[in-house]
């Protein structure tokens, strides 16, 4: 008797099959970026309609054409997310735009790499408007028509660094511990109404948020060093965590920090 294997890569299991349940699905992805660029295309692939907001215009655009060529329902909305009532503007739109909501996903984050006798109180705010008020403003919005529905997924790109106290990272790291508190504190609160919250935590990512620091001599080694796999992620390898904690199978599934980290926590 041959037996199909548990991890079974065709892609007809995930796409064609439906395996996910995610055909047809409503998704808000804030963050055009190397993850939610990412995620918006993996989205797209498992049959849902996108909606992307980002400040930046060329990322949207790059991205859009990306959705475009594989046929994906998509929107792209300009906004700045650390403007008041930015969150309940753009979920608006996209309930307008899509016809419902059933899926968040969080991924938009900036990093100031300096230690923290260095930065101003006006440096401090701007980082946690962007990386954790911007959390909030989009998660109660969207949660808001969640729970009156009675069933969605939210998800927050967290980080190892709200877990680790990385030198240099105070403001970011503050941040990313703040999205797991809130996460959790949102998971409890609208569990009864089928509205899951979870977190992504991953370690170092190749994408232009790190592109920067990669680019320093040996940098590239020293944290490879830090990683047990022994080397940095891909955006791609973020898409499996977030469409699975997106979908059917997830429903029992909430108030996590899941690390996607190559073990990076471990050590
Ligand atoms: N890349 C990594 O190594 C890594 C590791 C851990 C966590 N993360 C987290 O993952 C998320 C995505 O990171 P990424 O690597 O894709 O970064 P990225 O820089 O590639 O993308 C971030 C996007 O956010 C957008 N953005 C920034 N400020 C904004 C604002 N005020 N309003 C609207 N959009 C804004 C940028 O234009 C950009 O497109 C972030 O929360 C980041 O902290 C990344």
Redesign the pocket.
């Known amino acids: 008797m041959s037996v199909t294997p548990v991890m079974a890569t065709s892609p007809e299991v995930g796409v064609n099959a439906d395996w996910l349940g995610l055909h047809g699905a409503r998704v808000l992805i ?8 990412a995620c918006a295309l993996a989205y797209a692939r498992a049959g849902a309609s996108v909606a992307v ?4 215009q060329r ?1 949207l655009d790059a991205l859009g054409a990306e959705l475009a060529a594989l046929g994906a329902k998509h929107e792209l909305i300009q ?4 403007e008041h009532g930015a969150g309940q503007r753009v979920v608006a739109d996209v309930l307008d735009r899509l016809g419902g909501l059933d899926v968040l996903l ?6 100031d790499r300096r230690p923290i006798l260095e930065f101003t109180e006006d440096e401090w705010d701007h980082i946690l408007r ?2 954790l008020s ?1 959390v909030f403003g989009l998660a109660q919005a969207a949660g808001r028509h969640m729970v009156d529905q009675g069933h969605g997924r939210v998800l927050a ?5 709200g877990l680790l106290a990385h030198h240099s990272h105070g403001p ?1 790291a503050a941040s ?1 511990g703040g999205i797991n508190q809130l996460l959790r504190v949102m998971a409890r609160e609208w569990a009864a109404s089928g509205v899951t919250v979870n977190a992504l ?10 592109a920067g620091e990669l680019a320093k001599p040996g940098k590239r080694a020293d944290l490879e060093s830090l990683v047990p796999a022994g080397r940095l ?1 891909t ?1 791609d390898e973020l898409t499996g965590p977030a469409l699975f904690l997106s979908s059917r199978h997830a429903g029992f599934i909430t108030g996590h920090v899941m690390y996607i980290d190559g073990g990076r926590t471990l050590v």
């Open positions: 804030a963050g055009a970026g190397g993850i939610g660029g907001v980002d400040r930046d990322s906004a700045d997310l650390t969080h991924a938009v984050g900036i990093n962007v990386n911007s790109l967290s980080s190892v660094s970011y990313k935590a991953p370690g170092y990512i190749e994408t232009p948020l790190t992620g955006p």
